[in-house]
């Protein structure tokens, strides 16, 4: 009965805290483990401790990389008492208000993974109406009041995190919540900042990422019968909203274009998943040269990925185009940034198709006769002629292609396989529902000893007690 008590635990700072022993095992005073706190050595460490020294971590260490190394590893250990915990780290202001964003995506896994289903509204949900809902009608919001305070800027950016978390979550079939889609648009009709002095445009642009995040692949990828009439309710008003807000912010744009860079992410998501067809027309006419510059990256952004991921008939004339953009637009940022993504993301239908389709051939040739010419080039900026070459490898490897080699000199043979550098690319397209901007993204801060990269059933049974 004794250890059930709260008792004063000194820590390390010099700080004694009442905890709560209850969960405690009974054959060990230790309460959680860390090594090297303050990163004075270059090491790679990895720690396998029971669950609930992860959750006294996050509950009573006062280090903030400490807080978030723990709540990565309670995603991997879903159960109703790790979502009371992150509930709690959600509501307590005590807490870095990185370290609540955080909670509130780890909670959003955590429900995805537990095979209860839970009565009633999700929790994030009851926690913003709680946070943000007018007292007489939680579902409407507050008129918006950042006010550059401790307090506020905490409640401002948990503002951002919570929807985005919400529209994470997935029913059984791994469709998104009825309720949240509803929701989250009320949120966006109901967003008043007539009486705010400050700009909502970083707050709107999250909510438009929200409702792209609600978006899943859509069951029939047939998109030659694809009409507008096809399309569900749901996916009729994300439509609707995503066009109205595009459009708003080219007629009246927002702070650095955020709604209609947003916009313009959610309706390439949505031709992503499969809900509309792929027209890269839209992302075309945000990518010309009166445009603001941001913009433009965005949209040629949507337009490598595009040609990175499918094999439309269309991908040739976009390949053509970006090419064209690397050596000749007038902008540097353009040049170079449209050069380093396609070497990272370089088209697969030159790579997959062009030995063996007849018809990605001559798209092969001239690409690879461009490339060259620039490469060799001496009047190239050295800067340029590196991504060119990265690109050059990416596609053709370090040989003369086939293509370009006389009939008598092919050698039947298979170059060596280069998707290997391809597929472990990671880009921000890749995840299209990061902002861009730092007011709604969370950055991942994970301590350098943090091993996130094991996975679950690869530990012990002592971890798993």
């Known amino acids: 009965g004794r250890r059930q008590k709260k008792k004063k635990i000194p820590l390390s700072t010099g700080e004694e805290l009442e905890i709560d022993l209850a969960n405690m095992d009974p054959d060990s005073p230790v309460l959680w483990i860390r090594i090297d706190p303050d990163l004075l050595l270059l090491r790679k460490v990895s720690i396998q401790q029971p669950v609930y020294q992860w959750e006294?971590?996050?509950?009573?260490?006062?280090d903030v990389l400490a807080q978030l190394q723990a709540l990565d590893i309670l995603q991997r250990f879903p159960s109703p008492h790790a979502r009371a915990i992150l509930i709690e780290t959600i509501e307590t202001e005590a807490f870095f208000y990185r370290?609540?964003?955080?909670?509130?995506?780890?909670?959003?896994?955590?429900?995805?993974?537990?095979?209860?289903?839970?009565?009633?509204?999700p929790a994030l949900m009851i926690l913003f109406k709680k946070f943000f809902g007018c007292k007489s009608a939680p579902h409407i919001p507050k008129p918006n009041n950042f006010v550059a305070t401790s307090v506020n800027l905490q409640q401002y950016f948990l503002m951002h995190a919570i929807p985005q978390a919400l529209a994470r979550l997935r029913s059984p079939s791994n469709s998104a919540l009825s309720e949240v889609h509803h929701f989250l648009i009320g949120l966006v009709k109901y967003n008043d900042n007539t009486v705010n002095r400050y700009s909502d445009d970083h707050y709107r642009a999250s909510l438009i990422n929200s409702l792209a995040a609600t978006l899943v692949p859509a069951e029939s990828r047939d998109i030659t019968n694809m009409s507008p009439l096809s399309l569900s309710t749901n996916m009729k008003e994300l439509?609707?909203?995503?066009?109205?807000?595009?459009?708003?912010?080219?007629?009246?744009?927002?702070?650095?274009?955020?709604?209609?860079i947003a916009a313009l992410q959610a309706i390439y998501h949505m031709q992503r998943t499969f809900h509309i067809p792929l027209d890269p027309k839209i992302f075309w006419s945000f990518a010309q040269p009166n445009i603001y510059v941001p913009m433009r990256l965005a949209a040629l952004t949507f337009l490598v990925d595009m040609v990175y991921r499918h094999k439309s008939p269309f991908v040739s004339e976009v390949i053509y185009r970006l090419i064209d953009l690397c050596i000749s637009d007038n902008e540097p940022v353009v040049r170079?940034?449209?050069?380093?993504?396609?070497?990272?993301?370089?088209?697969?239908?030159?790579?997959?198709?062009?030995?063996?389709?007849?018809?990605?051939?001559?798209?092969?040739?001239?690409?690879?006769?461009?490339?060259?010419?620039?490469?060799?080039?001496?009047?190239?900026?050295?800067?340029?002629?590196?991504?060119?070459?990265?690109?050059?490898?990416?596609?053709?490897?370090?040989?003369?292609?086939?293509?370009?080699?006389?009939?008598d000199q092919i050698i039947e043979e298979r170059p060596a396989p280069r998707?290997?550098?391809?597929?472990?690319?990671?880009?921000?397209?890749?995840?299209?529902?990061?902002?861009?901007?730092?007011?709604?993204?969370?950055?991942?801060?994970?301590?350098?000893?943090?091993?996130?990269?094991?996975?679950?059933?690869?530990?012990?049974?002592?971890?798993?007690?």
């Open 56 to 62: 006294y971590m996050l509950k009573y260490e006062r």
């Open 99 to 121: 370290v609540r964003c955080r909670a509130a995506y780890i909670l959003a896994e955590v429900v995805n993974k537990l095979p209860e289903t839970w009565l009633g509204p």
């Open 239 to 260: 439509l609707s909203e995503f066009t109205l807000a595009l459009n708003m912010d080219t007629l009246k744009p927002s702070f650095g274009r955020v709604i209609g």
């Open 336 to 407: 170079y940034y449209v050069a380093s993504q396609l070497s990272l993301k370089p088209p697969l239908c030159i790579i997959l198709g062009a030995e063996d389709d007849a018809t990605w051939k001559s798209l092969s040739r001239d690409i690879a006769i461009k490339l060259w010419a620039q490469i060799s080039d001496t009047r190239t900026e050295p800067r340029l002629r590196g991504h060119y070459i990265d690109l050059w490898f990416a596609v053709y490897g370090s040989n003369v292609p086939m293509l370009l080699k006389p009939a």
């Open 419 to 465: 998707n290997i550098h391809i597929t472990s690319v990671k880009n921000g397209t890749d995840d299209l529902l990061n902002s861009w901007s730092w007011h709604g993204t969370v950055i991942d801060i994970d301590e350098p000893d943090s091993p996130t990269e094991k996975l679950a059933n690869e530990m012990n049974d002592d971890t798993l007690q």
